[in-house]
């Protein structure tokens, strides 16, 4: 049985703002899965993209990213609730992709493994 990594917002921007090659370092911890990412998260990053600078070349990359993802809805607006909401709702194996701290915690605390930065640029998963 595959697993489900959800992505949030900064997940999908690590390839430009952390310089982590997201999608080939959840092969290699999981093999395979499905990618899903909420419907918040892709509006936040089409907001972000808007901007200047690095964050706004983050977030162009990061939405052309998720096309690789399955978008799901949630009755969230706020990307990190639904990125949680989304989470909650996995049937099986499921871990979230962040490397916000307050986002992991919450995901932790929520019973949902988390794949972050661990090292340089290299992901790894802490487990509830």
Do not use: Q, W
Request: charged content about 25%; overall charge negative.
């Amino acid at each position: 049985m595959s697993a489900t990594a959800v992505l949030d917002t900064n997940a999908l921007m690590m390839p430009v703002e952390l310089d982590v090659r997201v999608f080939d370092e959840l092969d290699r911890l999981l093999g395979e899965y499905e990618a899903i990412t909420p419907a918040a998260v892709i509006a936040e990053l089409e907001k972000l993209r808007d901007g200047n600078g690095e964050a706004g070349t983050a977030a162009a990359v990061g939405h052309d990213l998720a096309e690789r993802c399955t978008v799901v809805e949630t009755n969230e607006s706020y990307a990190d609730d639904a990125v949680v909401a989304a989470a909650e709702a996995v049937e099986g194996t499921v871990y979230a992709v962040t490397n916000d701290r307050p986002l992991r915690d919450r995901l932790l605390d929520a019973g949902v493994d988390v794949i972050g930065l661990r090292g340089r640029n290299t992901l790894a998963i802490t487990e509830t």
